[in-house]
């Protein structure tokens, strides 16, 4: 079974451009995560789908960031227009709703993104 | 918010040796998790806990959660070169729909042949 998968694994670009990072979940996981690390600070929370609906987006920074999981499979995360600060490790973690209260999350390998 | 402390920060260990890892909550963890990571890959889950008192083991690897459920640690017996990484512990506040994971900064592991 394919795990958590992320495209692509780095990306480097200029301030004020616009970086699209795309997820692709475990299939038939209902749930998916995306998650960021910026240097030197502890994984944060950026939100929450279930299916194509957005659960939680209470950890998304600004109005640069828009996440998107279009028929509830893959989902992107646009950066635009990506800034300085916006560097550091992107990941995305799935998981299946499997009807209990905490469920296993599986995460890919990340994206690294260097804003230059 | 939920915060968590892991420490130590760092930890060079020689091969063969026992360590623990410890991660704190700042409040009642309603689950924990460990997971693991190299450089360049994903988070691997190794253990979850959910109950106060609670106790895993996976290999070499043994995970406990203390009664009050604000407490965890990690302890790798006989350590081994394939241990070394990244430990991460993880949080959740609560159950369903309040399913993101509060992380602690994390612990670098050494191992020393």
């Known amino acids: 079974e394919a795990g958590v998968t992320q495209f692509p694994s780095h990306s480097v670009i200029e301030k004020g451009q616009t970086v699209t990072l795309r997820c692709d979940p475990i299939?038939?996981?209902?749930?998916l995560y995306w998650y960021r690390r910026v240097m030197g600070k502890e994984i944060k929370f950026l939100l929450h789908?279930?299916?194509?609906?957005?659960?939680?987006e209470s950890g998304m920074p600004n109005n640069r960031f828009l996440a998107e999981r279009t028929g509830g499979t893959y989902s992107t995360l646009k950066v635009q227009p990506a800034e300085l600060e916006d560097s550091g490790v992107y990941f995305c973690?799935?998981?299946?709703?499997?009807?209990?209260?905490?469920?296993?999350?599986?995460f890919g390998p990340g994206t690294r993104l260097t804003v230059l | 918010s939920q915060e968590l402390e892991q420490s130590p920060q760092s930890l060079i260990v020689q091969e063969g040796k026992n360590l623990t890892i410890n991660c704190t909550s700042s409040k009642t963890l309603y689950g924990l998790y460990w997971y693991k990571q190299k450089y360049g890959e994903g988070l691997i889950f190794l253990m979850m806990l959910q109950k106060g008192g609670e106790e895993k083991s996976h290999e070499k690897i043994t995970a406990k959660l203390d009664e009050k459920k604000q407490q965890s640690s990690l302890h790798i017996t006989a350590s081994q070169p394939s241990h070394a990484g990244i430990y991460l512990c993880g949080a959740t506040a609560g159950g369903f729909g309040n399913e993101k994971l509060t992380f602690g900064t994390g612990t670098r592991l050494t191992i020393i042949p």
């Open positions: 973690a799935s998981s299946q709703d499997l009807g209990v209260a905490v469920n296993e999350q599986f």
């Open positions: 789908f279930v299916k194509e609906s957005k659960q939680d």
């Open positions: 299939s038939g996981h209902d749930n």
